[in-house]
């Protein structure tokens, strides 16, 4: 069964840094999009980061660009978020998700396509 679990989310003060891991288990697909997205309360989820299986194709939203960078183990099976200078406003929970129609493209920031979620991890930047 394809499952993706969340990790490392925290309390960070402001400019300090976090890393999420996004554990990927039961995936036999090669070719799919893999997302971070995180919701705030009272806010709609955004897309803050994705890419492509084979390790292209990365995007980021513009709030984010320059400060976090998207990565995955050589075997694919975890997905990382490396988070630095974070904000106040990067308060949220943060989630993984899998596109499995691999069909994003270029949208992969938009969750249109993503059909598997994680359980999200909370992130919380405060002084």
């Known amino acids: 069964q394809l499952q993706l679990a969340e990790s490392g989310g925290g309390l960070v003060q402001p400019g300090g840094s976090l890393t999420l891991s996004c554990e990927v288990s039961?995936?036999?697909?090669?070719?799919?999009?893999i997302g971070w997205f995180r919701q705030a309360p009272g806010k709609e989820r955004e897309g803050v980061a994705c890419?492509?299986?084979?390790?292209?194709?990365?995007q980021y939203s513009d709030a984010v660009k320059g400060r976090f960078t998207i990565s995955r183990d050589s075997a694919a099976t975890t997905i990382y978020l490396q988070m630095n200078s974070l904000k106040f406003e990067d308060s949220a929970e943060y989630y993984c998700?899998?596109?499995?129609?691999?069909?994003?493209?270029?949208?992969?920031?938009?969750?249109?396509?993503?059909?598997?979620w994680g359980q999200g991890t909370q992130v919380t930047v405060s002084s």
């Open positions: 998700a899998l596109d499995r129609t691999g069909a994003s493209g270029a949208r992969c920031l938009r969750d249109t396509l993503y059909d598997v």
């Open positions: 039961g995936l036999t697909l090669h070719y799919y999009y």
């Open positions: 890419m492509f299986s084979l390790g292209g194709s990365l």
